[in-house]
């Protein structure tokens, strides 16, 4: 058998670790603010009426059947998707020069990238070291680490302002040798909720174009983060129209509250070139066989809903409107959260709330605060003081407010 100096104990992954103590809570006063996914104003995960549309169309398909979806999943899934992500009118796609294959949603996507890479990414001018913000949604670090590929980090979160930290990012992704992988959230960033401005990615591209340094975009929140898929994805578009040659891992859990049904796309852009169209069908021929000996064919079910909202014009407009009232009601917590703080006359500034965006915030409690949040007032989040604002509702925003001012005096 194994031993333990071979198979030491893995320590519990701290987000499930919250997760538990919360679930054994018994305070009626309870307020789950690790959750990583979108609650509704009664705290209840919400199921986007227009995926119950969608989900009632494929039940009621005669015609459905449970066979093999191709390698690369979904066509009719990847093709909008690559669309929703580049814009339908993107050159790149014009040209061909886009590959998209189906994945187990976002996590699938990022792992399928990090094989890829690590499995090609040894032409002339390339560092294989992964850079990752810090901090970033901490799988990122498993990920790339688990195919091989060595991983260093970037400045990112300024504490002091708790917004970004572009001079320290700047300087180091300049310092780091050239080629090298650069991960980028296209937006929503977890876990701080800061964002480049427009200003910051446009140089941004520039500083990774002279280093010829290699974008890697997660997008895990296009249209949840600020209500518009267009403006959530302007940082990959702006990147594309630059001509960089770049991977982007997408996924369909939080826009689509598809959660557990793992719909996501990895897709591959070529920099435009003569030779692009045919770069891009050599890439995808490769990650055909790297999808076939990791899981065969992807997962149906999700990919059909999405496929489904994508490909019909009503629906996708219903869609928008569903994305809105998610980034609206989140929009309207962080701006209730700050304004309590501020009436309360909470010590520090609280304007980095409504400044950052998406599911999180790094709200700059220390440690002992958060503990004592959890402690005394059963308010549970992660160690680093980030909050998914989706735990805030109506009616435990006051609660949380106090308690934060109390612990912060
Ligand atoms: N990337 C980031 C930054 C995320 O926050 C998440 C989810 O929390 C993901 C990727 C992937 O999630 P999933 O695999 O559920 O699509």
């Known amino acids: 058998s194994f031993p333990a100096e071979v198979v030491p104990q893995a320590p519990e992954d701290p987000l499930f670790g919250l997760m538990r103590a919360y679930k054994a809570d018994p ?3 309870k307020v789950d603010l690790g959750i990583g996914a979108y609650r509704d104003d009664n705290a209840k995960p919400w199921v986007l009426p227009v995926v119950k549309k969608a989900d ?44 998209s294959v189906q994945a187990i949603s976002g996590t699938g996507a990022l792992h399928l990238g990090a094989l890829f890479l690590a499995k090609f990414y040894k032409i ?23 195919v091989g590929l060595p991983i260093a980090s970037y400045p990112y979160f300024d504490k002091s302002t708790r917004g970004l930290d572009f001079e320290g ?3 180091t992704l300049r310092d780091a040798p050239d080629g090298s992988i650069v991960v980028l959230h296209a937006c929503a960033h977890n876990p701080t ?36 898929l267009d403006r959530d994805a302007s940082s990959i578009r702006l990147f594309v129209e630059a ?36 770069t891009t069908t050599r890439v995808a021929s490769q990650l055909a066989i790297l999808q076939r000996s990791e899981i065969s064919n992807p997962p149906i079910y999700g990919a059909k809903i999405a496929s489904i909202v994508l490909n019909d014009p009503a629906l996708f407009a219903e869609w928008q409107d569903n994305l809105r009232t998610m980034s609206g009601r989140i929009i309207d917590m962080r701006k209730q959260l700050r304004s309590k703080l501020e009436e309360l006359g909470t010590p520090g500034t609280w304007n980095h709330i409504t400044d950052q965006i998406g599911m ?5 409690l220390t440690e002992p605060q958060v503990l004592k949040l959890r402690e005394e ?28 001012d109390k612990v912060v005096r």
């Open 169 to 171: 990012m700047k300087a």
């Open 243 to 278: 001509g960089f040659e770049l991977v982007v891992a997408q996924s369909f859990a939080k826009n689509f509250g598809l959660y557990g049904q793992r719909a996501g796309c990895f897709h591959y852009v070529a920099a435009p070139a003569p030779s692009a169209a045919e």
């Open 193 to 228: 909720g800061v964002d480049p401005s427009p200003e910051q990615w446009a140089e941004l591209a520039q500083l990774l174009k002279e280093k010829r340094h290699f974008p890697f975009f997660d997008t895990a929140y296009q249209g949840f983060a600020s209500g518009d």
């Open 377 to 404: 007032y059963h308010i549970y989040m992660t160690k680093n003081g980030r909050i998914s604002m989706a735990g805030l509702n109506s009616r435990n925003v006051e609660y949380v407010a106090k308690a934060v």
């Open 124 to 146: 002339a001018g390339a560092n294989r070291t992964v850079y990752l913000s810090n901090p970033t949604w901490a799988n990122h670090h498993q990920i790339f680490t688990n």
């Open 56 to 99: 009632e169309i494929v039940r009621n398909d005669p015609e459905a059947n449970h066979e093999y979806l191709p390698i690369a999943g979904l066509a009719s899934l990847t093709s909008k998707a690559a669309e929703l992500v580049f814009g339908a009118s993107s050159p790149a796609l014009a040209e061909k020069r886009v590959a």
């Open 360 to 364: 999180f915030s790094f709200t700059g």
């Open 27 to 29: 305070s009626p006063n």
